[in-house]
């Protein structure tokens, strides 16, 4: 008879790791208590990443109200004869 170990572990040990509560780690030797908190500077390093998007969206915002609202080709008016383009004109042979 082959018996197949399927890693099956007895309700006992599932439940025993649940109940061990969640304790404070002690910080290394040498630290003191605020070790691994947020300091002072990454409240500052936020604000200035802060500031820099909102100067980017606003000159953003500039750049795209200068473009115009479409790129497509101009159609030809009515003023230049149908032949020639307007930079025919300009130019001598």
Known sequence: MLLVD???VPVEAQVAAVVVPAQDP???PGKGEEFG???P???VVIILLG???IL???SMTRRL???PKS???EEPTSESPAGEDASSDTRKD
């Open 6 to 8: 399927l890693g099956v």
């Open 56 to 58: 980017l969206i606003v």
């Open 41 to 43: 500077i990454a409240l």
């Open 51 to 53: 500031i820099a998007t």
């Open 37 to 39: 908190k947020a300091s």
């Open 71 to 73: 790129f497509d080709e």
């Open 65 to 67: 109200k200068k473009l």
């Open 26 to 28: 002690e910080p290394p």
